[in-house]
């Protein structure tokens, strides 16, 4: 059984252009939820996605979005990048019936 | 999600206990107690969870008092590999909903000493 996995494991952008990023959930799950973590920090939600469909958001800007595949790997898109949204992005899966969430190994994202 | 309270920051010894407090007052009935911990720039890493009884498995033990307003994490023997960042996390009933977020605090810094 694989574990969650993400790509790429670092980024580096400038300000202003705009990063996908990419997690493939455990085999067996049908949920993906996304998670940013600036320097210090803990975890902070930004949204779930549910048999591709959004199942809930954070208190983040539109400019921050997903999606989630029909084999339930998923994508968070960021346009517009600021200097603030250099953090560690996490992915976690989770299955219905049972819902921990299980987290991916995090991409950093550093934006000059 | 009810609020949680944790020490900062906490020492323990090699091979002995870890015991890790935490503090949810305002749990609700339905309501899990969920502990995570994240080493270094690594993803957070599941420990245990519970609803009102007291968990084990091959990680940690969860005791979670009878009225839930708090929970104690404990690794039995810890290694200087448990140092890492722990948190407690109160999350919504399993089940859709609401309560498909966890909600992060700062966390306990746990130093596990040689």
């Known amino acids: 059984e694989t574990g969650v996995t993400q790509s790429p494991t670092h980024l580096i952008k400038t300000r202003g252009q705009q990063v996908t990023l990419r997690c493939s959930s455990q085999s067996g799950h049908n949920t993906v939820s996304w998670y940013q973590q600036a320097l210090g920090q803990g975890p902070q939600f930004i949204f779930q996605?549910?048999?591709?469909?959004?199942?809930g958001r954070g208190n983040f800007p539109p400019r921050f979005s997903g999606l989630q595949f029909p084999n339930y790997s998923s994508e968070l898109n960021v346009n517009a990048l600021e200097l603030d949204d250099s953090a560690l992005y996490l992915c976690a899966s989770s299955g219905r019936g049972q819902e921990t969430q299980y987290f991916g190994p995090g991409t950093r994202l550093l934006v000059l | 999600d009810a609020k949680t309270t944790q020490p900062p920051s906490m020492d323990c010894a090699e091979g002995r206990a870890a015991n890790l407090p935490c503090n949810h007052s305002?749990?609700?009935?339905?309501?899990?107690v969920y502990w995570y911990r994240q080493i270094h720039s690594q993803g957070p890493q599941y420990i245990i969870h519970?609803?009102?009884n007291n968990e084990t498995n091959e990680m940690a033990s969860l005791i979670i008092t009878e009225d839930r307003k708090s929970s104690t994490l404990i690794l039995p023997h810890a290694t200087l590999r448990d140092t890492a960042v722990y948190y407690c996390i109160v999350r919504g009933g399993h089940g859709g909903g609401s309560n498909y977020k966890l909600t992060f605090g700062k966390g306990t810094l746990l130093t596990v000493n040689p």
């Open positions: 996605y549910y048999r591709e469909e959004e199942n």
């Open positions: 519970g609803l009102k």
């Open positions: 305002t749990i609700s009935g339905n309501e899990y």
